[in-house]
């Protein structure tokens, strides 16, 4: 949880994200090596990241450059590694913003700039980004390397910039945390499918957007789409962590108070978008459905199918319609909803995406059409990595009759 926090304390001081990592790296060795005999200190994540930074300041010194160096660090390495409160709030002291506007600068692919921030801001694995992009593991791992080498070799300011520049990253920042995200709110793989630390780090990088660009209408839209999300956490799993369905959810359980940050959000969202509404804010405006209906039967689905169409015209993807067809699903029935996924089995970026079949099985078994609908749902299982959704998926095969 704390290795982001890690790389981006000692990037800010050796300038290389690769290099930053690789301290990170050797901070958690030495911590293996002395903590079982020293005890865990009281702030483990202080004692790593003064541990890289340690390395950091060692391995300025071994490139002749520490003098330099050291007019922008100070000349005491503070024991503790809380950032100082910033005189001005546009330029927000926040490693973890800095390194997530250096790993989205425009030198590199927007592809490259997704992987590469979620692999050091999200902390996740090559599989787990592989998954997330629907792409080959080794196409992430020949990205993440490019990427490191290209700001390297480019010598990237480790900042967060201002004016144009920043407006002209932004698109990729929004879409990165939007993925750290996601990834923590359905895990792809492991045995556990929340993973808290993911979400609450997306969401807070998404209110410190939202004090940094105020007048950005898709600040506002992602901060309102992660305050709703966020909102149902407690109530997505049950007592041993399995998956708990949106329809099953216990909706007393659901955070009232995220979902009035969600409204204010999407209410500025609104009111800075002028009426033209963008990706963000349109899915935030999906969630405040959710959100604003007391009971799963007062969903208004119909709203929600329209909601998806706009989404769909202004962002074609696979995915906004598989999530389209559900909403018709449940707006005018399972029978008008199959020909819609039916439609999207041939499409490349769904071929190994579990939800697809998932949702085709619940169609089919809505429709009485047991046995086709168990197939499904064991295929589904088969293609989700995590351990949780697996088993969730072969009870309802078994469940299903047929």
Request: hydrophobic share 45%; aromatic share 4%.
């Amino acid at each position: 949880m704390e290795f982001p926090r890690v790389v981006a304390g000692a990037a800010r001081i050796v300038r290389d994200v690769g290099i930053a990592e690789e301290l990170a790296q050797d901070a958690l060795v030495a911590a293996l090596e002395r903590w079982p005999s020293d005890g865990v200190p009281d702030n483990p994540g202080a004692w790593l990241t003064t541990a890289a930074r340690r390395r950091a300041v060692d391995l300025v010194r071994r490139r002749e450059t520490y003098a330099r160096k050291l007019a922008e660090i100070g000349r005491d390495l503070p024991a503790a590694v809380a950032p100082e409160e910033p005189a001005d709030p546009d330029a927000i002291d926040d490693d973890l913003l800095r390194l997530v506007f250096t790993a989205c600068h425009p030198v590199l692919s927007a592809e490259a700039r997704t992987a590469l921030t979620l692999r050091l801001l999200g902390g996740l694995t090559t599989a787990e980004i592989a998954r997330a992009f629907l792409v080959p593991e080794p196409t992430v791992a020949q990205r993440v390397v490019r990427a490191k080498r290209t700001l390297a070799t480019r010598n990237i300011a480790f900042e967060v910039p201002c004016g144009p520049d920043r407006e002209a990253r932004l698109g990729s920042v929004l879409g990165v945390i939007y993925l750290i995200f996601n990834e923590g709110y359905a895990a792809t793989a492991g045995d556990d499918w929340l993973r808290p630390a993911l979400c609450e780090d997306a969401l807070r990088l998404a209110r410190v957007l939202t004090g940094l660009m105020p007048d950005e209408p898709e600040v506002h839209g992602l901060t309102a789409l992660l305050e709703f999300q966020s909102a149902r956490a407690a109530a997505r799993t049950g007592p041993d962590g399995e998956p708990v369905l949106l329809k099953d959810q216990n909706r007393s359980r659901w955070n009232r108070l995220l979902i009035a940050r969600g409204v204010t959000a999407l209410g500025r969202a609104e009111a800075a978008s002028g009426g033209a509404p963008g990706p963000y804010a349109l899915q935030a405006a999906i969630a405040a459905c959710h959100a604003h209906a007391l009971r799963y039967e007062d969903t208004d689905w119909a709203r929600i199918a329209t909601l998806y169409g706009v989404l769909a015209a202004r962002a074609p993807s696979p995915v906004v319609e598989l999530n389209r067809a559900v909403a018709v699903s449940m707006a005018e029935g399972p029978a008008a909803a199959l020909p819609l996924v039916d439609a999207l089995t041939g499409a490349a970026a769904l071929r190994d995406y579990h939800l697809l079949p998932s949702v085709r099985g619940d169609l089919l078994a809505r429709l009485g059409r047991t046995g086709e609908a168990r197939a499904e749902f064991t295929r589904a299982a088969a293609l989700t990595r995590n351990e949780r959704e697996r088993r969730m998926l072969l009870r309802r095969a078994e469940e299903t009759g047929g």
